[in-house]
């Protein structure tokens, strides 16, 4: 027991990933040298600017790329390829065209090892309460090309939470919504996380965005990358208090921790639009 | 530039670009009554040029009358011939479209998923594949003689082509993303197959039916008029020989017209078993 408490949950020793062109076979280091921890429960963003290689790590973490050099573990264990132990949300969701909400919110209950052993009655009434849990009831029997990208990224986020995962991997899940939305789902999504639940029932996140304010809003810790190679620039704990609220926004310590994260990526984020 | 890390990436992790609506889509808004109207005048222009060089070779051999072409079809279409002939035709397009379905879709299945059944297999397609299905009616006529069989034979041959051509693209089309999700949810291999790839090939093997279908039917009426004693290019051919041309023009007719009716027939099976590719560049 002693163990897990000291070990974490996901630890990147020296990870660097480098790729190969496909004609010019030119390499492009993506992502250099990286070393992480991240503790059971904790809600870690990565921020940095586009081509800091974020996604490169996340998509190494889920196990659908391998390192080109390092190990990635999860509770101690190297991680050898994608499994339901780590769900990921992505980008652009990945929702099944052909599925409807229901369908493409119970696929992995159905079809994957998250539903291995479960009765059929009980994987249904699974998918319900996640329905119910994102506020999707009515949309049920929607295709995804039917709905709004607000709504496909909650039955994105309900797919991903139905699975039950450990390990929640989110690739700037917010990043298509608008302004409102986003806040409002930035709170909704801490709730469901576990924020106000003891430490130990909480999930472990690791969540990419580009926006700080964001970051700061989520996390416990911050990790800010730097891009040409990607690397890890500095790792900010994030102590505002839990549960947060609208109102932390307006807490001085906020202010101060998203200037810090800013003064980070500022120079490249500079460089990058000149 | 400052993506080109993350582009080069063997998993895709830019956002998909979002349905657009195509100019099918928005032609299919238009007015039904008024887009009627507008074929409708098509056709009448095409029948003023058709009487007018009717009138003007005066030779009812060569160009008959749009009239009498027009008497011709109702008289066969009276006794009953142009239909058994024309069901004679359907039944042998049906019976090669469902050959050539159950060859090339698991055909293509496989070439699209090993790496190296295509190996073994392509190389062979691709000689095949520039050899038109007439060419093996002379051959044809060898092996099966005049009856049933040829024609079956040279419109499987015809359809499976564009089948299993298609297939392999639906395959290896399949969406990487949605391939990557699954995989992180713990879906085994032949789930993968089952549940992502089929369903995503879907369109793209659709638009292979439709191709094979247009390809078997303009091959039907070449192998009929050689090697077939009944059908709609037997009948072209036997009335030709009779020199009765408003026969053979009201079988060119029927021609036209169960092709057109097959191929709408299609698209609305399309448009049942795939709806979510409607407005994407599938549909």
Known sequence: ?274 | MQRSIEIDSPLPVSPGNPARPTLAAKVAGYPAVLSGLVTLRSFAVFIAIWWAAAAWTHSPLQLPTPLSVLTALKSLAIDGEMLDNALTSFTRLAISMGIAVVVAVPLGFLMGLSERANAYIDPMVEVLRPISGIAWIPLALFIFGVGDVLPVFIMTYVACFPLLLNTIAGVRGTDRRLLAAARTMGVPQSRIVRHVVMPGALPTIMVGLRLAFAGAWSAIIAAELIGSPSGLGFAIEWYRQLLMSPKVFAYIIAIGAVGYSCDVALQALQRTLTPWARGTELA
């Not at chain 1, 196990?63 to 573990?73: F, V």
């Not at chain 1, 806040?183 to 996380?193: D, P, V």
């Open chain 1, 1 to 274: 027991m002693s163990d897990t408490m000291t070990r974490p949950k996901l630890r990147l020793d020296h990870v660097t990933k480098e790729f190969a062109a496909p004609r010019t076979g030119l390499r492009t280091v993506a992502v250099s040298d990286v070393s992480l921890e991240i503790q059971a429960g904790d809600f870690v963003c990565i921020v940095g600017p586009s081509g800091c290689g974020k996604t490169t790590v996340m998509n190494m973490i889920a196990g659908l790329d391998k390192p080109s050099s390092g190990t990635i573990e999860i509770d101690g264990a190297p991680i050898t390829g994608p499994g339901a132990d780590r769900g990921v949300m992505f980008q652009d969701y990945a929702l099944f065209p052909w599925l409807t909400v229901r369908d493409n919110i119970g696929f992995g209950l159905r079809n994957g090892t998250p539903g291995r052993g479960m009765a059929a009655n009980d994987v249904e009434e699974r998918i319900s309460k996640h329905i119910e849990l994102v506020r999707l009831g009515g949309a049920e029997t929607k295709y995804p090309h039917q709905i709004s990208g607000g709504m496909r990224q909650r039955v994105a986020l309900a797919r991903l939470l139905a699975n039950g995962p450990d390990v929640l991997l989110m690739d700037e899940p917010l990043g298509a919504l608008d302004a409102q939305t986003r806040l409002i789902l930035q709170a909704e999504l801490l709730r469901i996380w576990g924020e106000t639940a003891p430490r130990e029932e909480r999930k472990t996140a690791v969540f990419i965005t580009h926006d700080i304010a964001e970051a700061v809003f989520l996390s416990d810790s911050v990790v800010v990358m730097s891009s040409h190679p990607g690397r890890i620039r500095a790792v900010l704990p994030i102590d505002l208090p839990r549960p947060r609220d609208e109102h932390v926004r307006a807490h001085p310590r906020f202010a101060q921790l998203s200037e810090e994260i800013w003064e980070l990526i500022r120079d490249e984020a500079y460089r990058a639009i000149a």
